[in-house]
T-cell receptor, first 114, second 113 residues
């Protein structure tokens, strides 16, 4: 069975600073994908970034990067130069490559302070 | 409009009533999912479908029924609503297995009184 753990229920960061949101996962599947989503207060789910288990390099998308440590089974999201608009709930998710459903963690609520 | 849409956006129903949440996608994605979001639990999978006429249970299927007679529609029915089914429900779709993200609808906020 697959499981995602996000140990930080809430985080604060000062505007313009970088922040790391933790995600650890558990799976016995040899091939899988890891995803991060953002959920602002308006409620929609916004896809941010993807990392494949066999990708050699860490994924980056603009101010988002994924710190992927396969041996530690961690896939932390790094947001650089935080903005007020980054205040939201962030979910880590995974999917086995031959599996069919996405498994989500409980989420981390990020608050960016001016 | 292209994309994935859920209806209604908000629903209040009484305990014991049957209610159906609709989900429609225009991409012809193979996979569709229903999740419920509750504080402290993140998103939990209720049911999913890999193709028309193929559905399977997720983590929390009790009290729910799904069908998928057409690729683009994946309705979720609460057969006899209970207060514990008060939640935000998200429908999602995905074109393939593996390395593509799930695309989410706007969510339906259901309150059972």
């Amino acid at each position: 069975a697959q499981k995602i753990t996000q140990t930080q229920p809430g985080m604060f960061v000062q505007e313009k600073e970088a922040v790391t949101l933790d995600c650890t996962y558990d799976t016995s599947d040899p091939s899988y994908g890891l995803f991060w989503y953002k959920q602002p207060s308006s409620g929609e789910m916004i896809f941010l970034i993807y990392q494949g288990s066999y990708d050699q390099q860490n994924a980056t998308e603009g101010r988002y990067s994924l710190n992927f440590q396969k041996a530690r089974k961690s896939a932390n999201l790094v947001i650089s130069a935080s903005q007020l608009g980054d205040s939201a709930m962030y979910f880590c998710a995974m999917r086995a490559s031959y599996g069919q459903n996405f498994v989500f963690g409980p989420g981390t609520r990020l608050s960016v302070l001016p | 409009d292209a994309g994935i849409t859920q209806s209604p956006r908000y629903k209040i129903t009484e305990t014991g009533r049957q209610v159906t949440l609709m989900c429609h996608q225009t991409w012809s994605h193979s996979y569709m999912f229903w999740y419920r979001q509750d504080l402290g639990h993140g998103l939990r999978l209720i049911y999913y479908s890999a193709a028309a006429d193929i559905t399977d249970k997720g983590e929390v299927p009790d009290g729910y029924v799904v069908s998928r007679s057409k690729t683009e529609n994946f309705p979720l029915t609460l057969e006899s609503a209970t207060r514990s089914q008060t939640s935000v429900y998200f429908c999602a779709s995905n074109p393939t297995g593996g390395d593509t993200e799930a695309f989410f609808g706007q969510g339906t906020r259901l309150t059972v009184v």
